[in-house]
């Protein structure tokens, strides 16, 4: 079966630095490719994604995700991470085949140190 | 303002008792979902809907039902056969063709005692 994984669970960052979330997914094909964050308590926001074409992609926030096929992989980075960027982030995929569900990833709760 | 809109917010309930969480679309998406979310957990899906009066299981339906009588409505009951109730609820929906986004509501947190 499909699956994402996020390996960190928690990353810590300082007000001002640069930020990398790590996502790896397990499927022959190359599926459709979310970022999403939650902040406590709401629900989540679509931050970026990746369908075909330029494997760098940007979204809101100043956020940016590289799709790597051959890692496998879906890394988001952020040049610069702001105090309200403190939250919980998700990647997610859909794989056609697999009827268009989205699987999510577990999660990764980043805290911004002033 | 389109959107996803979830209530109430917060709330009870006592063990035993069947309890029925709201999400209404107004973004005319045909796909509507249910997840829940524990504790340092991603989501899972429970029940989703492409059409009216349709409706398949996700990865973790025992305990749940839902209903979609309405393409702005879809409804979850958590029943009292759901062993572990308490976590947060997310409701999202989708259009039907490509790429498949989901939008989220801001999802109501169940407490059952």
């Known amino acids: 079966a499909q699956s994402v994984t996020q390996p960190d669970i928690h990353i810590t960052v300082s007000e001002g630095a640069s930020l990398e979330l790590r996502c790896n997914y397990s499927?022959?094909?190359?599926?459709?490719l979310f970022w999403y964050v939650q902040s406590p308590g709401q629900g989540l926001q679509l931050l970026l994604k990746y369908f075909s074409g330029d494997t760098l992609v940007q979204g809101i926030k100043g956020f940016e995700a590289e799709f790597k096929r051959s890692q496998s992989s879906f890394n988001l980075r952020k040049p610069s991470v702001h105090w309200s960027d403190a939250a919980e982030y998700f990647c997610a995929v859909v794989i056609k085949a697999a009827g268009n569900k989205l699987t999510f990833g577990g999660g990764t709760r980043v805290l911004v140190k002033p | 303002d389109g959107g996803i809109t979830q209530s109430p917010k917060y709330l009870f309930r006592k063990e035993g008792q069947n309890v029925t969480l709201s999400c209404e679309q107004n973004l005319n998406h045909d796909a509507m979902y249910w997840y829940r979310q524990d504790p340092g957990q991603g989501l899972r899906l429970i029940y989703y809907s492409q059409i009216v009066n349709d409706f398949q299981k996700g990865d973790i339906a025992e305990g749940y039902s839902v209903s979609r009588e309405k393409k702005e409505s879809f409804p979850l009951t958590v029943t009292s056969a759901q062993k572990n109730p308490t976590a947060f609820y997310l409701c999202a929906s989708s259009i039907l063709a490509g790429p498949y986004e989901q939008y989220f509501g801001p999802g109501t947190r169940l407490t059952v005692t």
């Open positions: 499927y022959g094909a190359t599926p459709y």
